[in-house]
């Protein structure tokens, strides 16, 4: 489905962005995706995968988005997909909240994510062709016991693409939002019991989200199957 297309991964190091890179590896295509600290976890994940590369990038410095971006365009060429993986969380209350702990939440989630979306959609207008698949969370569109700062960051996933959608649908450029509920793992790591079991009890599917699920449905979005899919906020949170 992939086979000599060049997908990149922000983030690519997480529970869900691991998963995404497997997942696109399996269907041929060639993957880079980026991390900051996690180094040793870059490397296992690249023994996994068969034609793979790895980029330290650190999401909150937009000159070094810009500089390795850039470098891996220069080297491997321009991408044919980008998936916004790249996030953080922090368990504060409202109440708490200081300057620095906004600027940290939205340095990465919502600057990030916008710097490195221009970084990499360069390639994509000069061919005219590409998708974007950006990864956002239930926690911006539903009334959930989450941090405030991480619930606006994550809304405003969902303007951006539609808004992007609209900018580049003149170069045949898609832009989709994936909207996954709560998962076994990644950030979810920090979700008390009490509040995983109330959303399993009025979860339809009965059930936590596992990585799989959200990244079968990121690579669908991602292909010419979903070729008239664009501007969707995509919800795979087994039905709240």
Do not use: W
Not at 116 to 145: E, F, Q
Not at 203 to 230: H, Q
């Amino acid at each position: 489905m992939f086979k000599d297309k060049i997908v990149f991964v922000s983030g690519g190091t997480g529970y869900i962005g691991a998963e995404i890179c497997r997942n696109f590896n399996e269907l041929g295509a060639k993957v880079i995706f980026s991390y900051n600290k996690k180094e040793e976890k870059a490397q296992k994940l690249l023994e996994e995968l068969n034609n793979a590369v790895a980029v330290q990038i650190n999401i909150k410095d937009v000159n070094d988005i810009h500089k390795k971006i850039n470098e891996v365009v220069e080297n491997v060429g321009a991408f044919d997909v980008l998936v916004n993986n790249a996030a953080v969380s922090h368990i504060l209350p409202f109440a708490m909240l200081e300057e620095d702990d906004v600027d940290a939440m939205f340095d990465i989630n919502i600057k990030g994510t916008l710097f490195v979306t221009k970084a990499a959609v360069r390639g994509m207008i000069r061919k005219k062709s590409g998708t974007i698949v950006n990864i956002g969370s239930i926690a911006g569109h539903r009334m959930l016991d989450v941090p405030v700062t991480y619930a606006m960051a994550k809304a405003s996933i969902a303007g951006m693409t539609v808004a992007l959608a609209s900018e580049l649908k003149k170069f045949n450029i898609r832009v989709n939002n994936i909207i996954p509920g709560l998962m076994e793992g990644g950030v979810s790591k920090g979700v008390p019991e009490d509040l995983k079991n109330v959303f399993v009890e009025h979860c339809a599917v009965g059930r936590a989200g596992l990585a799989r699920d959200v990244s079968e449905l990121v690579c669908f979005v991602a292909s010419g199957k979903a070729s008239y899919i664009n501007g969707q906020n995509l919800f795979v949170d087994g039905g709240i």
